[in-house]
């Protein structure tokens, strides 16, 4: 069963992992990151997290009640 606290938890991490995509593109962007292979699995990582993380909360609320 889900539980508040996870549902807490993973509307957290969706809206931190979301900040860190605004902040890995703005450095790009305003080319504080020099090293695009880094900023590019950093962007790519965080938009991971986020799809795992809506993931996780669509099967809490999509899921059957046996």
């Known amino acids: 069963q889900s539980s508040a ?3 807490t938890l993973m509307v957290m991490a969706i809206g931190v992992f979301s900040a ?3 902040h ?3 450095r ?3 080319g ?3 090293n695009y292979i880094t900023a590019t699995l ?3 990582l ?5 799809f795992q993380s809506l993931l996780a909360l669509l ?3 999509g899921g059957s009640s046996d």
Request: aromatic share 16%.
């Open 59 to 61: 099967g809490i609320f």
């Open 5 to 7: 606290l996870m549902i």
């Open 42 to 44: 950093g962007v790519y």
């Open 20 to 22: 860190f995509i605004l």
């Open 24 to 26: 890995d593109l703005k």
């Open 46 to 50: 965080s938009i991971y997290n986020v």
């Open 32 to 34: 504080q990151e020099t």
């Open 28 to 30: 790009v962007k305003d």
